[in-house]
């Protein structure tokens, strides 16, 4: 069955480097894209960008600047990395299968603190 | 950006209620609009994709229609379980999710 999982730190420093990784099984990852979208506590979703079976990429102009995603095929991996952290990017962090984000991971709690 | 628009931000209703939920975007999404739900601590679940199409395992009870900027999520009957909240997310352009309503019993 389609499972998308969600991994990476729970704790990040100001001005650091995030690195997410959202592992998926029951597709192929050059079949379909991969979403990653984040929601704050208590607050609403917010798509951060996708990675599209043909490896291009899109991403939310808000955060573009800061913003990489790319992925392992062989591994079926995709990677988040988003640097200059702040506190506002406290957030948890979901991965979500395709243009109809029809299947999600149960995200990963990124909690920006020094 | 495309902003998409949730009205009423909260909603209760009784057991067996007819509800509609709204959803207003900024301009035409060409009927690319996704409803989910999603349940304290869990992840969204899709449950209506492009308008009207019902995702697979979904009850009946849910509806979808709209076109234009203006769109709609119906529950036929409020069930316990369906306390909630509704996100709807357009997939016309640069994605964007609306900020969603609270569905609660009275």
């Known amino acids: 069955q389609v499972q998308l999982k969600e991994s990476g730190p729970g704790l990040v420093q100001p001005s650091e480097t995030l690195s997410l990784t959202c592992t998926v099984s029951g597709f192929s990852l050059t079949s379909y894209g991969v979403n990653w979208v984040r929601q704050p506590p208590g607050k609403g979703l917010e798509w951060m960008g996708t990675?599209?079976?043909?490896?291009?990429?899109d991403y939310n102009s808000a955060l573009k600047s800061r913003l990489s995603i790319s992925r392992d095929t062989s591994k079926s991996q995709v990677f988040l990395k988003m640097n200059s952290l702040q506190t506002e990017d406290t957030a948890i962090y979901l991965c979500?299968?395709?243009?109809?984000?029809?299947?999600w991971g149960q995200g990963v709690m990124v909690t920006v603190s020094s | 950006d495309i902003q998409m628009t949730q009205s009423p931000s909260v909603l209760s209703a009784s057991v067996g209620d007819r509800v509609t939920l709204n959803c207003k975007a900024s301009q035409n999404i060409n009927k690319y609009l996704n409803w989910y739900q999603q349940k304290l601590g869990e992840a969204p679940k899709l449950l209506i994709y492009?308008?009207?199409n019902l995702q697979t395992g979904i009850p009946s009870r849910f509806s979808g229609s709209g076109s234009g900027t203006d769109y709609t999520l119906t529950i036929s009957s409020l069930q316990p379980e369906d306390v909630a909240t509704y996100f709807c997310?357009?997939?016309?352009?640069?994605?964007?999710f609306g900020a969603g309503t609270k569905l609660e019993l009275k």
């Open positions: 492009n308008t009207n």
């Open positions: 990675i599209w079976n043909d490896g291009s990429t």
């Open positions: 997310f357009q997939h016309n352009s640069w994605p964007t």
């Open positions: 979500a299968r395709g243009r109809d984000t029809d299947y």
